[in-house]
């Protein structure tokens, strides 16, 4: 705790001996949420999120630190979310530093949109400005007119983040007996071997925005190899060793947005050159397998009546499947968001949703927010979790209504 | 010979006292239609919302537009108030009859540049009296016109222009336009809902030659059936600087102003 708050007070004078060419924005909020079961708080966080910038000629400076105090467990976290420079070229523009990267058409859904991987300590809850961790890579863009291209080196891998096994967002286990985790191949080495690299072509066009992409990284999620010790005598599983671990991934992809008529239509999809998945097969000691995998969408944005919706499906499909392999062969989703403003833009309902095919499952959104006055908003809503099973199904327990107030400087 | 001349002095005389051919409506809006802003201007937009109880909100805008052969481009760059702070937004608008405009908005919470329906020109832009058709330069030939009379406004004399939609859905029934003799600026609108009700008011408050170019400084639209009024004001106007295209890329939209 000393440690944060010299930290802080060292972050405040540095920053006030240059303050007169700074500027500082950001916003303070306070989250409070419960849920609907049994009354219990879920959320009870105050945050300062704070950015600061500083530009001269070509050369500029972004620095956002967020301080997030967890009124349930007293803990206070101080997260460096962005800091880097850019450069900026006559053709070209150049940022170091840690920085979140967004690729992409979809909208709540990850495809193409690979390079900043996620944090889900709440789960897919949070903004997704908050939910995107940054990371430290070198991006340069080269502009030619309405085309651009990207080239982004990460030098060291970051993992997703998942939720800590006390949290009510840490996944359901599907395991017969309790295993045993080995952590050892977990880490992936700092060094110029294990970089991630990425490519992105991009036009912005009259007729048609689109992205060409490719990648070769690390998953972000860790494959589970789970080793099992089968007992000779009753053939029942003896002991069960877990052991994640990251594995390489090469990736293909692209993104398009036209406006057809009254509509904007959106598409996305990645081929992933072998992806882990876990198998029932007993062949295989480790219970993992490689395949092809494609994730895919097609989407819709619309006004009806002065509401403005969107709509999305999703569709992920392992090739070359077979029966042993734990996921489905194609596992279908869908989104739908739509929202309308009253009172000059001052009051806003919202309405988002995932709906899983599969399982058939749902999380729906609902929110209301309402500026007091400029920058000054309040904000009502709830998570609902509907199904027995699924990605959504699994937190049917988690039902929850919050209450948010947030002041932008 | 002498006959001839005579007739020649008769034509002349009665040419010259015969009434000048007057304008149509359609030529007076043609007029204001092509009334030259520049190539391209840059400028600071503050927009004051103020409602019926005096109550004032402030929008703050950066505005770049360039018109080229066959389009308008425009990027505009939100500063105030501070959830919206570098929020981006471009249009490109074409000459081309009946083509719809291009639209992205450049959101920095999700970081992305996205393409947006310019289905929605009726919506209010930003909160304002505004709607995303009353800031853009419609078609003249989009509506009927007709020239109801002159008449002095501020001192300034004017030609009083009925303008009916084509367009049997649009949000007016019609528009009635004060436009300058001469300047073919807009100095007073009237805007009549679909009841043929008077919605709303646009006057002009202040406008001023710049580089040559006639240009609006100052405008208040008032919406009389919901006494809600906004000013909005052009302030630092530079016309005709070179702006590059490349102002309007996505490189710009991302990276502000």
């Keep these: 705790m000393k440690y944060k708050i010299v930290t802080l007070l060292f972050l405040l004078a540095g920053i006030g001996t240059l303050n ?110 908050e939910i995107r961790i940054g990371i430290t890579s070198v991006k340069v863009d080269y502009y030619m007119g309405n085309n651009t291209l990207e080239l982004v ?40 071997d294990n970089g991630e690299y990425f490519i992105k072509y991009s036009l912005l066009s009259s007729k048609i925005d689109f992205e060409l992409m490719s990648g070769y990284m690390w998953d972000d999620d860790p494959t589970m190899h789970v080793y099992k010790t089968i007992n000779p005598q009753t053939m029942q599983i003896d002991s069960l060793a877990v052991v994640p671990q990251h594995h390489r991934l090469g990736l293909g992809g692209a993104s398009f947005s036209t406006t057809v008529g009254r509509f904007i239509l959106r598409g996305e999809g990645a081929f992933y050159d072998g992806k882990y998945f876990n198998t029932e097969d007993p062949q295989i000691a480790d219970a993992v397998i490689e395949k092809d995998y494609l994730h895919y969408l097609v989407g819709l944005d619309f006004s009806l009546f002065g509401i403005n919706m969107s709509t999305q499906f999703i569709q992920q499909a392992i090739l070359d499947y077979n029966d042993q392999i734990k996921n489905d062969e194609y596992e279908n989703t869908m989104t739908y968001m739509a929202y309308k403003t009253f009172l000059r833009e001052t009051l806003k309902f919202e309405f988002f949703s995932y709906i899983g095919f599969n399982s058939n499952d749902a999380l729906i959104r609902p929110k209301i927010s309402y500026d007091l006055s400029d920058g000054f908003e309040v904000i009502f809503g709830a998570n609902i979790f509907v199904g027995d099973e699924g990605k959504f199904g699994n937190y049917d327990d988690n039902d929850m209504l919050y209450a948010k107030i947030k002041y932008s400087f | 010979m002498k006959k001839i001349t005579l007739i020649l002095l008769l034509l002349i005389i009665v040419v010259s ?10 030529q007076i809006i043609q007029k204001v239609y092509n009334r030259s802003t520049g190539n391209d201007q840059t400028a600071d937009l503050t927009m004051s919302l103020i409602n019926s109880r005096g109550d004032e909100r402030i929008r703050e805008i ?49 970081k992305r540049v996205k393409r947006i329906s310019s289905d929605s020109k009726s919506d209010y832009f930003m909160g304002s009296d505004f709607t995303y058709d009353d800031l853009g330069d419609r078609q003249p030939t989009a509506d009927t016109h ?46 009549y809902d679909e009841d043929d009700d008077h919605l709303k008011t646009l006057s002009v408050k202040k406008y001023k030659k710049i580089d040559g170019f006639w240009i609006i400084l100052q405008s208040e639209m008032h919406n009389i059936q919901k006494e809600h ?8 106007v530079k016309i005709n600087t070179g702006i590059s295209d490349n102002k309007f890329t996505e490189r710009m939209l991302k990276r502000g102003i």
């Excluded at chain 1, 910038?53 to 467990?73: A, I, P, Q």
Aim: include cysteine; charge should be negative; proline fraction near 5%.
């Design chain 1, 153 to 192: 080196w990460v030098p060291l891998f970051s993992p997703t983040i998942m939720p800590n096994q006390n949290s009510i967002w840490y996944p359901k286990m599907d395991f017969p007996i309790i295993p045993t985790f080995d952590y050892s191949k977990k880490e992936i080495d700092a060094n110029l």
């Design chain 2, 62 to 110: 950066k505005q770049f537009l360039k018109d080229t052969n066959d389009m308008e481009k425009k990027i505009m760059f939100f500063t105030t108030p501070a959830d919206v702070y570098n929020t981006s937004f471009m249009n490109w608008s074409y000459d081309e009859d009946g083509k719809d405009d291009d639209q992205w908005i450049y959101l920095p919470a999700l």
């Design chain 2, 229 to 236: 009024k906004t000013i909005m004001k052009l302030e630092n």
């Design chain 2, 146 to 191: 007709k020239l109801l009379r002159e008449e002095e406004i501020d001192g300034e004399m004017c030609f009083v222009v009925e303008s009916i939609p084509r367009e049997e859905e649009y949000m007016y029934s019609k528009t009635i336009a004060w436009i300058v003799k001469d300047k073919w600026i807009g100095m007073k609108k009237e805007f």
């Design chain 2, 17 to 26: 006292i015969l009434p000048a051919k007057e304008l149509t409506g359609l």
């Design chain 1, 20 to 129: 007169a060419q700074i500027i500082h924005r950001g916003f303070v909020r306070t989250h409070l949420g419960g849920l609907i079961e049994n009354g219990e708080y879920s959320v009870l966080k105050n945050t300062f999120d704070w950015r600061l910038e500083y530009s001269k000629g070509d050369v500029g400076l972004f620095v956002n630190t967020v301080f997030d105090h967890n009124g349930l467990t007293k803990d206070l976290d101080i997260n460096l979310r962005q800091a880097y420079f850019d450069i900026y070229f006559d053709n070209f523009d150049l940022r170091i530093g840690k920085q979140q990267i967004i690729w992409g058409k979809a909208q709540g859904v990850f495809i193409t949109d690979i390079v900043s991987p996620k944090n889900l300590s709440d789960f897919l809850l949070p903004d997704f400005e």
